[in-house]
């Protein structure tokens, strides 16, 4: 299975998704309940965000354009994406 995963470790929140964003898993540990609701819930889509540009990318890269399927990797999170991408996938 496909997923993308993404953590910040300042604030102790890590998800981890499927393609299009659908949420597999949610830690929160001592520190996320620190952020307040309105912070806490701005943290878990941001990084809800980043594990899905992750997810589709990998997609994309093992079937091709799925662009149409609304899968596409936002250009703000392209970056993050190839962050995760190991050096020996690289072309």
Excluded: F, K, Y
């Amino acid at each position: 299975m496909i997923t993308g995963n993404a953590h910040d470790p300042d604030t102790g929140i890590a998800v981890e998704v499927g393609p299009g964003g659908g949420l597999r898993d949610l830690v929160l540990d001592s520190r996320s309940l620190r952020l307040g609701q309105s912070g806490l819930a701005r943290a878990i889509l941001a990084l809800v965000d980043t594990a899905t540009a992750r997810a589709n990318a990998r997609v994309q890269r093992a079937v091709g354009d799925v662009s149409a399927l609304g899968l596409a990797v936002e250009s703000r999170l392209e970056e993050s994406v190839e962050d995760t991408t190991p050096e020996t996938w690289r072309v």
